[in-house]
Nanobody, 128 residues
Framework: QVQLVESGGGSVQAGGSLILSCVASGSIYVNYCMGWFRQAPGKEREGVASINGVGATSYADSVKGRFTISKDNAKNTLYFQMNSLKPEDTAMYYC??????????????????????RGQGTQVTVSS
């Protein structure tokens, strides 16, 4: 069983920054695909970033250059540094994980929102 707990959300003004954290526990391994997806009211889930076992990352065009995904394997923690926030970034942000196909395999961004393990989410609100 895998448990994921997010923290770090909040309300900021446009141009501000936030760091989201996701602590993983249970039967989760370094080779897992991990990522962040978000969902705004009335909109579909959107995978915004992923990272694989060897640290290769992928980003949605909407966040590329502004957001950074990283992880600390020793702490079982996934991070999401969000800079230059925009009102359109307002959403509930979820951490998600799934076993990788094999060591170092790619973690496709489009699949993040469907990963079987996910946290309860943390709200990010950006005001103009």
């Amino acid at each position: 069983q895998v448990q994921l707990v997010e923290s770090g959300g909040g309300s900021v003004q446009a141009g501000g920054s936030l760091i989201l954290s996701c602590v993983a526990s249970g039967s989760i391994y370094v080779n897992y695909c991990m990522g962040w997806f978000r969902q705004a009211p009335g909109k579909e889930r959107e995978g915004v970033a992923s990272i694989n076992g060897v640290g290769a990352t992928s980003y949605a065009d909407s966040v590329k250059g502004r957001f950074t995904i990283s992880k600390d394997n020793a702490k079982n923690t996934l991070y999401f540094q969000m800079n230059s926030l925009k009102p359109e970034d307002t959403a509930m942000y979820y951490c998600a994980a799934q076993p990788a196909a094999f060591w170092g395999s790619a973690c496709y961004l489009g699949s993040v929102a469907t990963y079987p393990h996910r946290g309860q989410g943390t709200q990010v609100t950006v005001s103009s």
